[in-house]
């Protein structure tokens, strides 16, 4: 799974752990030093991973969602929020596929979701994968998961930009991204070439500020370009 140009990669990811189960943070840690991937700190909460984050500066946060004082989500909004410049990636941590509090982590800006039980090469990859610049979810998933979930969020909406930035063609991108489309798709589907798609996807990208096609999957949703079901707005 692309999501389009990744930016310059590193061989060594520098993440911290933020789980309230010292046995998980310990058997996350070892799984990815004995790979070579750095970690950097551990927190047992969502203050501590924010502190943590600030403090130490890690390309990848895997954060568990459900965590005591400050839980995952509000820790994934502050980090992700305190860390505009740097671009630190984050990977939500939960029990149950398709937990319906991971939507509202990528409508905040985080790059995926792993379950707890994931293998160590999964887990290995999926850290490298983010540092990258690209996004953990392929968008048919994130697809389903945004319609599951996009009727019924307790919250209001968390994406909110401003679509008239974007050129006609630029929208329709959009609008296909949203359907699920991949870039060689998106390149069928309209006629062009792969690398003209990647470059109206990264326009797209820096004008509304998206982090990865997984939060433009929630965006196409949230401002309507999408709507649960298949039809477009």
């Known amino acids: 799974m ?18 309230d189960q010292a046995l998980v943070r310990t058997g996350l840690r070892l799984i990815l030093t004995t790979r ?11 203050g501590e991973a924010v502190s943590a984050a600030r403090r130490l500066k890690p390309d990848v946060v895997l954060m568990d969602i459900r965590m005591p004082h400050m839980d995952g989500l509000e820790a994934a909004r502050r980090v992700l929020e305190q860390d505009r410049d740097r671009d630190c990636r984050v990977i ?60 019924g969020a307790a919250r209001a ?8 930035a974007l050129t ?3 929208r329709e991108v959009l ?6 489309l991949s870039n060689a798709e998106l390149a069928r589907e309209l006629g062009l070439s792969e690398a003209t798609v990647k470059t109206h996807v990264a326009h797209v990208f820096a004008k509304l500020a998206l982090r990865d096609r997984a939060q ?3 965006l196409a949703y949230e401002t309507g370009l999408v709507a649960p079901g298949g039809s477009d707005g």
């Open 216 to 218: 433009a999957v929630v």
């Open 2 to 19: 692309t999501t389009g140009a990744a930016g310059p990669s590193r061989s060594a990811p520098r993440v911290l752990i933020a789980d």
């Open 168 to 170: 006609p063609r630029e």
């Open 36 to 46: 070579g991937i750095e970690v950097v700190g551990e927190a047992a909460d969502g």
């Open 157 to 164: 909406p968390a994406v909110h930009r401003d679509l008239t």
């Open 175 to 180: 609008t296909l991204m949203g359907r699920g």
């Open 92 to 151: 939500m941590l939960t029990t149950f596929d398709l937990d319906r509090y991971v939507y509202e982590a990528l409508s905040l800006g985080a790059s995926g979701f792993l379950l707890k039980d994931v293998t160590p090469q999964h887990l290995a990859a999926a850290v490298r994968l983010v540092d990258t610049g690209d996004a953990l979810l392929a968008p048919s998933i994130t697809r389903r998961l945004v319609e599951r979930f996009a009727g």
